[in-house]
DNA sequence: TCCATGTTTCCAGAGTTCATGAAACATTGG
DNA sequence: CCAATGTTTCATGAACTCTGGAAACATGGA
């Protein structure tokens, strides 16, 4: 991943609506969310979330499709991947001790 | 982690000479850098880099430790650690292969 | 065709963030 | 002490971000 893309994933992610949205994605898995569905479970204005996910959108960490009169939106955990390896980089110079928590941590997440 | 830490640490991770300068302090791992140090490689003025260094101090990524008149900077794993686990809570819907890359990533990184 | 529903676009104003120059502070060596 | 070095603090103006109301757009059903 570039540091463009890294800042622009960091950036979208970096403002309260677009993390709670970003994250409830995540959750969702596959199935995704409507919009509409989105705006209930954040308790936030349609235009507002709109704005919001549009951002995401950009940054490439969601991706949407239409279903009928509603839009379905997914988290791109291609590009959450990309963006975690963009961050950890060469870390931990040259010993792995280091942020051998941080794999745990994922790990037990998945 | 909590939201708060984490909105903290995203929002002070996007922007650019933030962005560099966290990186360069992982890649130095244990050994960190003196402000200085990271002035030079990233050729930013004193008073801009102490601005954003104190904001990833504010977030926790990085912790600080005075040497003679240098102060010398460290990225702080754990706390990167914790973010990570805080975007991945719960991912996948229950499907684990979608963020099973995810992992690979981040163990070829260390 | 017409209306209802779901979503996005446009606009404007309040608030926040950024880099900069100048000044202050802390530490070391003479 | 005094000067030099390394770093931080302060104040300022320009640029950017966020939200909300109003309006537009797309789809499906009567």
Known sequence: MEKTQALAA????????????????????GEGM????I???????????SANLSILLNAG?????????SIRYFADM????????????DCCGG????CRPVLDTIARAC
Chains 1, 2 share one sequence.
């Open 78 to 89: 291609d590009r959450m991947n990309g963006l975690l390896g963009f961050l950890l980089e």
């Open 95 to 98: 010993n792995p001790e280091v």
């Open 61 to 69: 960490l969601v991706s949407n499709r239409r279903e009928g009169r």
């Open 10 to 29: 960091l950036s979208a992610l970096s403002q309260d609506t677009r993390l709670d949205a970003f994250r409830l994605l995540v959750k969702a898995g």
């Open 34 to 37: 409507t919009a509409g569905a």
């Open 39 to 49: 705006c209930e479970a954040l308790g936030v204005r349609p235009n507002t979330l």
